[in-house]
């Protein structure tokens, strides 16, 4: 087996995957059981999670992990139809795991877990491949539904995440997903952006960039245009969520 790069070592004594005879290895057959990974390092999420999947008649969890790295190597070992990756884990970077686990097992679904709806992160999900993007915010019901939807080869990403994506809802269901909304904002935008944020005038970023006032307001409007946003206070808390500037 090749080993994860940063070595694997589990911080709560191993695996505990169920009955592995009784379900497919990658199954998308309506067939068989869902089988799912749960990664996550707060131990009362993973058992909510557990608790919502092994409800169903149809989805099981076979492995549980704390950590991405204990994660990969399970992925590896289970070959799960899904493997829920929890984006803010420490140690190994999960959207790094995600790439690993579909180098391994090129079959198995990846969806990242996780309480932010920032346009960066659900633009490495997207890059990394990964099927969903479900927020913790989200009613725990529609997570088997979600599932369901990835086993099936489909998009699934929460509401609040949906409306970051390019077209939105709209795009997710055609499987044209190119990117968030921020991902097209020129590095013009982005300078703009921050000082925006920041709260100085447009006649003020425009002596600061060397551009007239104007180019500002061209740039603003196509910065708000992008992002969907319609006033200059949203605006600037978007650049904070977002980490273009400190709270």
Known sequence: ME????GVRSVWGGFRPLSLKTLSSSSMST??????LVADDHALIRSALVAVLNATDDIRVVGEAANAADAVELAHKLSPTIVILDVEMPGVDAFHAASHIRQLRPNTAIV???????????????????LGY???????????GAMRAVARGEHYFSPRAAER?????GEIRKRKITGTRGAGLSDREVEVLRYVGKGYAKKQIAEMLGISVKTVDKHVTSVMEKLDIHDRVELALYAVREGFISA
């Open 3 to 6: 080993r994860f790069p940063y």
């Open 31 to 36: 067939g068989s059981a869902i089988s799912v």
């Open 112 to 130: 990242f877990l996780t309480a932010s709806d920032q346009d960066r992160a659900i633009e490495q999900a997207i890059k990394v491949g990964a």
């Open 134 to 144: 479900i927020v913790k915010s989200d009613d725990p019901s529609g997570i088997p």
């Open 165 to 169: 994506v390019r077209g939105g809802v």
